[in-house]
């Protein structure tokens, strides 16, 4: 190969250098560190589908306060699933709109509807400090620091769901046991965010 070939292989490779990295810039966030996160959206959507369909029985059977209260939380976990969008992506990676599926629509009882709600939310922390531990030990402390939102407000969001599992056996359900229950779960959130020392969304 004469000396101009040379040249232009050089210059082309250089370019294709150049293509690859405008198509794949350089990131931080891991391909695991990725997926882990894409399923932590899958778990935040499945909250957020899942608590609606709890409004929609509690509207239904008159539990009026309950229906608000979880309507309130389905927007929040929309609002918790768009954070981890937005942080995915801006770090390179791509957040996934997930699949939800198998939502519960029917309950026995109020108190079933927040049985599940609280076995959600532990299933919810567990998932974080996975991905929390993971972090750590990659040493991503982007994404770790990141997580501390969430480390916080799974705090806030179990003090909400055992108290209001705990009324249950407080209240009673019999006679207006159930009306009480259900005007209780309203000062719910003031109580969260009194015991927690915070306010949280
Ligand atoms: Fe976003 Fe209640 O977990």
């Not at 150049?18 to 932590?40: A, C, F, G, H, Y």
């Amino acid at each position: 190969m004469g000396e101009n070939g040379g040249d232009i292989n050089l210059r082309a490779n250089e370019k294709e250098t150049m293509k690859q990295q405008i198509v794949t810039p350089k990131r931080s966030l891991t391909k695991e560190t990725e997926d882990l996160l894409n399923k932590q959206i899958v778990m935040e959507g499945t909250s957020s589908a899942a608590y609606l369909s709890m409004a929609s029985w509690c509207e239904t059977k008159g539990y009026e306060t309950s229906s608000q209260f979880l309507y309130k939380h389905s927007e929040e976990e929309r609002m918790h699933m768009l954070k981890l969008f937005h942080y995915v992506n801006e770090a390179g990676g791509h957040a996934l709109q997930p699949e939800v599926s198998k939502i519960k629509h029917s309950f026995k009882s109020l108190r079933e509807v927040f049985d599940n709600v609280l076995q959600h939310e532990l299933e919810v922390t567990q998932s974080i400090n996975q991905i929390v531990d993971h972090c750590f030990k990659i040493k991503d402390f982007a994404t770790f620091n990141f997580l501390q939102w969430y480390v916080m407000e799974q705090r806030e969001e179990e003090v909400l769901a055992r108290r209001a599992v705990e009324l249950f056996d407080l209240i009673g359900e019999d006679g207006v046991g159930l009306w009480m229950i259900d005007q209780e779960i309203g000062k719910l959130e003031a109580y969260a965010a009194k015991t927690s020392g915070q306010m949280g969304g």
